[in-house]
Every structure is written in structure tokens, then in C-alpha cells.
């Protein structure tokens, strides 16, 4: 899924996991990433006896790739949703995004503080000179909903954030985090305070879904399960070929850099992201370092080590068109599959007619608030709540 040398691992010794486990289970979740251990967290929490699954190790794919960036805002922007989806489907897609983000400030304050769940703005910078009106449009549609939202002027991009371009937006209440902590800490949370197995370097190979339950087979054993919730992120196999086929998958890339001084960071260390598709990145790391992410390419291959460090420098190139005084070294390059959807919007429901089957696919730049709302959404499907998000997200659509 990834290639190249990561930061977040290296901040974290992780727990290892190797329960003894049971016959049957009231849900089994497949995938140890983001979607899965928030999806673990949320039915063990409600009470359910739960089997979470991985066949590496948890938040090992792309989960540890993951720049840690939380947005209210898409890739996919709000008034695009609006021409797309029209004006209701649109905001309480932003809605639920922006509900997903507060749950996860919520859950990190249980957790240890190498979550490093900061709230921080996000600066949404005009690329180019006709990218000005994306930005007003994007600025209009997100006040008109109330989002907290500022329009920036060009005068003011350069005095403030000491960046050359045409016009930006400000939004608030968005947060930076480390993933990986995060996932592992969940799991973790769970794992000791609820009725949570976990198996790490399991594999699931088959289920099958019969009239009382459903079968699965891993690679060691087998279980039976009154819910199976698949969340296998961005892998590409013979079982999610059978419901997941309509995604696109890109590489993308990042660097992480050697600590600069604190007075050498832009205002309030906002996050940094642009109009231009696909688009630069720009986050401050705990321990002052920069991340900067992007350069996506279209293809289904994970990069090689030449490539990731030929990108790595491009990455530093870009970055240094915003800020050219900064100069930057990197410690850590890589790059790593990515996926997302042609309407840009998620994949949660159930995976096949009306089996207890289920998936959660957070595809999309925006993949951890995905996760995050995703997870409320399936509690809520497996204990046969209605709830009309079913509807935006659904796996068949
Ligand atoms: C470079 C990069 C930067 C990103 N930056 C951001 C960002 O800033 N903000 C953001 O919100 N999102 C970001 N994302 C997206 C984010 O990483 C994903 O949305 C998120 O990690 C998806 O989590 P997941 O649980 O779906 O998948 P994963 O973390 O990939 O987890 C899936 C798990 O399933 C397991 N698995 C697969 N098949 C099986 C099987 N058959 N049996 C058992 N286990 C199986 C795998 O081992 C894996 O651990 C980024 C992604 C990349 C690649």
C-alpha cells in the first residue's frame, strides 16, 4: 500500500495483539486501519462482542501514510456538492464531516496525548488568477450554511501568511493529528475497556454470508458472525472486487522535514491547501517540523524508492514557490496508494443486497472524518436504526 520512510511509526511504540478468540461473534470487523478501529470502538462500546481483524498490523497500511489533516471541507468543494447533489445532500454531507471531526476531538481526549489532536485553521489558497472565483463561490456556499468561514483579500494572503497569490478562505475549527497514535490508541481504548479481541497477521480469505450468520475464513481459522463489517481501505483483492469497483486510485506522496525554529512558521501554523487538482498540502508537525503532501499521479502501482525521493524534492520545490526563504530538509519521503470516488463522496452501507454484510470505504482526501462519521453511521444500520445518511453513502449507488 506504501513505500519509502514514514514519520508516525516512529513515534510510537505500538501494543501487540493476539487474543485467544471465540467461535462466534456478534460483529466481526475486517481491517485495522482508521475505519476499522473507530468502527471496533464504536460497536464494542454499544455492547456488542467484537472481533477486529488485520491481516498486517493495526494502523500499519495506509492509516500510518495518513498526513493527519481534518477538514470540514472536501475534496470535492461545498458548492460543487450543491450543483452535483443539490443544496440538502450537500450540507449534511459537510455537516456529518464536520460532526466526524468534533467526534474525533472527542475520543482523543480519552487517549494518550502523542494523539496530538491540535485544532488549527485551514488556509484555502486560489492557485491560479481564475481560481479566484472557486474561492468566493467556495466562500459564499460555506457561509450560506453557516460553516465558519473568512474570506481572505490578496493584500491581506501577503501580510498575514506572507503568501503571493490571488485570494484564499479561512476555515475554522478543523484540527491536525497523528494517525497512527490514533488508531492504535483507539484500538487500544477499546480493546481494554470493552468486550474488543483483536487479531493482528490474520487474514480474512473468504465469507460467506448464510441463512443464521456469517461465515469467515482467515488464513488460521474460522468464525461465524451475526455482522461482518468490511473496512480493507485501499487493498485491491478478489473479495472486495465483489462490491467495491468504482474507485480511482492514484499515488500520492509526502515528506516530513527536519526540525526548523518555531519563529520561521506562517501564521497560527495553519494548514495550508490549494484549488489546483490535484493539490499541495502543508501541516506543522509536533516537534516543528513540516509536512508537505501531494504531487498525486494517476496510477493503481505503489511508487518506488527512486521515484518517492525524486517527488519528495519536487514536494520541497513547491513548497518553496510559497515560501522561498524557508529553506527545508527532508527526513522522511513516501509515497503511497490512495483512492477515491468519481462523485466524490464515500462508500458506507451494506456491501451485498441483504446480508449482514457491510463495508466502510473512506475514500477521498478527507478520509478520516469519512471514517469517523462512517463508523456512527454503520452502529447505527447493524442496530437497524434508521438514519437518512444511509441513503447519501450507499456502496451501490
Ligand atoms: C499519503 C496519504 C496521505 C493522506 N492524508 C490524509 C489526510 O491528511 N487526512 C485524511 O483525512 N486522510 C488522509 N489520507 C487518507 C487516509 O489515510 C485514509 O482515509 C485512511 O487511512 C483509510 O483508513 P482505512 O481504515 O480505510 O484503510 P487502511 O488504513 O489502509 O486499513 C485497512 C486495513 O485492512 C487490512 N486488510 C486488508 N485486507 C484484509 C484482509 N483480507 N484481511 C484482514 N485485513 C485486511 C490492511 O492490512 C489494513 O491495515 C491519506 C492517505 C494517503 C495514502
Not at 485495522?32 to 481483524?53: F, Q
Not at 503511497?336 to 462508500?347: H, L, Q, S, V
Request: charged share 30%.
Amino acid at each position: 500500500m506504501r513505500n519509502g520512510k514514514l514519520y508516525w511509526p516512529e513515534t510510537y511504540l505500538k501494543k501487540t495483539y493476539k487474543d485467544e478468540i471465540d467461535m462466534h461473534y456478534d460483529v466481526v470487523v475486517i481491517g485495522g486501519g482508521m475505519s476499522g478501529a473507530l468502527t471496533a470502538y464504536r460497536v464494542a462500546e454499544a455492547g456488542y462482542h467484537t472481533l477486529l481483524v488485520d491481516k498486517a498490523e493495526i494502523g500499519s497500511a495506509s492509516s500510518a501514510a495518513n498526513t493527519g489533516l481534518m477538514q470540514y471541507m472536501s475534496d470535492k468543494l461545498l458548492h460543487e456538492c450543491v450543483k452535483d447533489f443539490g443544496a440538502l445532500e450537500a450540507y449534511h454531507f459537510y455537516k456529518a464531516s464536520k460532526e466526524g471531526l468534533e467526534d474525533i476531538e472527542q475520543l482523543s481526549h480519552k487517549l494518550d496525548a502523542r494523539v496530538n489532536f491540535i485544532k488549527r485553521d485551514s488556509l484555502f489558497i486560489a492557485s491560479t488568477k481564475r481560481d479566484k472565483k472557486t474561492i468566493k463561490d467556495e466562500y459564499e456556499a460555506l457561509r450560506y450554511f453557516d460553516f465558519p468561514v473568512d474570506y481572505v483579500k490578496q493584500e491581506q494572503l501577503k501580510e498575514d501568511y506572507g503568501i503571493d497569490k490571488y485570494n484564499a478562505l479561512i476555515t475554522h475549527e478543523d484540527a491536525e493529528i497523528n494517525p497512527y497514535v490514533f488508531v492504535n490508541e483507539i484500538v487500544k481504548y477499546a480493546h481494554d475497556h470493552f468486550h474488543l479481541d483483536v487479531l493482528e497477521h490474520t487474514e480474512l480469505i473468504k465469507y460467506k454470508a448464510g441463512n443464521k450468520n456469517v461465515g469467515c475464513q482467515f488464513n488460521n481459522q474460522t468464525v461465524t458472525t451475526d455482522k461482518l463489517v468490511m473496512t480493507t481501505g485501499y487493498a485491491k483483492n478478489k473479495i472486495t472486487r465483489r462490491y467495491i469497483n468504482r474507485e480511482e486510485f492514484v499515488a500520492s506522496y509526502a515528506v516530513v522535514t527536519e526540525p526548523i525554529h518555531e519563529n520561521q512558521f506562517w501564521k497560527d501554523k495553519a494548514m495550508i491547501w490549494e484549488s489546483a487538482r490535484p493539490y499541495l498540502y502543508i501541516r506543522h508537525v509536533p516537534g516543528n517540523r513540516v509536512l508537505i503532501g501531494g504531487l498525486d499521479e494517476k496510477t493503481d502501482k505503489i511508487p518506488d524508492e527512486k521515484h518517492i525521493q525524486k517527488q519528495g524534492k519536487r514536494l520541497i520545490k513547491a513548497f518553496n514557490k510559497l515560501y522561498p526563504e524557508l529553506e527545508l530538509t527532508i527526513e522522511y519521503a513516501y509515497g503511497a496508494r490512495f483512492g477515491e470516488t468519481k462523485d466524490g463522496k464515500p462508500f458506507i452501507g451494506k456491501v451485498e443486497g441483504d446480508a449482514e454484510i457491510y463495508g466502510l470505504y473512506g475514500y477521498g482526501g478527507n478520509g478520516t472524518v469519512y471514517s469517523s462519521f462512517g463508523s456512527k453511521l454503520l452502529l447505527d444500520m447493524i442496530e437497524g436504526k434508521y438514519n437518512p445518511l444511509s441513503e447519501l453513502f450507499k456502496v451501490k449507488r
